[in-house]
Structures are given as C-alpha cells and as structure tokens.
C-alpha cells in the first residue's frame, strides 16, 4: 500500500519561508514525476510545481516562479517545496502527489496516482 504524507506546513508572515516535506512509503519514486498542487478556500486544485523523475525538469505555476523550489531525493522518496517571499493568496492546502507513468501534463491530476492528505499553510500579512 502506498502512502503519501505532507509535512512542513504551518503559520508564516509574510514575506517568510516555509520547506514543505513528502515522503513516499509503499513505492519507490525515482521512476516517477512528482508534482505539488494546492487548493485555496472557495477554489479548485491548481498545480503549483512539478519535477521530472530525474530532476531534469521542472514546472512551476506563474504565481510561485522564482519564490518556490521543487527537489526531489529519490534514494529517500522524498520530494520537497521551498517556499520563500510568500504571500496571503499563497494560502492553501498543499497537496503531494506521485505521476503515474507519462505524463504529457503536469497539471493533469488525472495523470497523478498517489496524492497525500494535505498540509495547510497560512501567510498572514
């Protein structure tokens, strides 16, 4: 059985940083993608950044470009989200999540097979 767990969530001002953790049990990961997404209260799930299996390549979502970090440790199955200069609208539930096999889009939740239950993370201004 797999398991997807967040960690690192919390309460931060403005302008600070938060590392979000997600450990992977139950699968290994370095065969996958791995994508971090967040839903924000009264608003859909959007993809906030994404890695390739290998790191290769990344995504990230024009709202957190240049203040958020996606890495990965795959001998660990960890995937991590450094999250830096964060802002109120950063608000959210943050969600991990393991790709599936190709994944021609990031952004597809379908094309994701695992998810976490979430970690929330707060800016308050």
């Known amino acids: 059985q797999v398991h997807v767990v967040e960690s690192g969530g919390g309460l931060v001002q403005a302008g600070g940083s938060l590392r979000l953790s997600c450990a992977v049990s139950?699968?290994?990961?370095?065969?996958?993608?791995m994508g971090w997404f967040r839903q924000a209260p009264g608003k859909e799930r959007e993809l906030v950044a994404a890695i390739s299996w290998n790191s290769g390549s990344t995504t990230y979502s024009d709202s957190v470009k240049g203040r958020f970090t996606i890495s990965r440790d795959n001998a660990n199955d960890t995937v991590y989200l450094r999250m830096s200069s964060l802002k109120p609208q950063d608000t959210a539930v943050y969600y991990c999540a393991v790709g599936g096999g190709l994944m021609s889009d990031y952004g597809e939740e379908l094309l994701y097979d695992y998810w976490g239950q979430g970690t929330q993370v707060t800016v308050s201004s």
């Open positions: 139950g699968r290994t990961i370095s065969r996958y993608a």
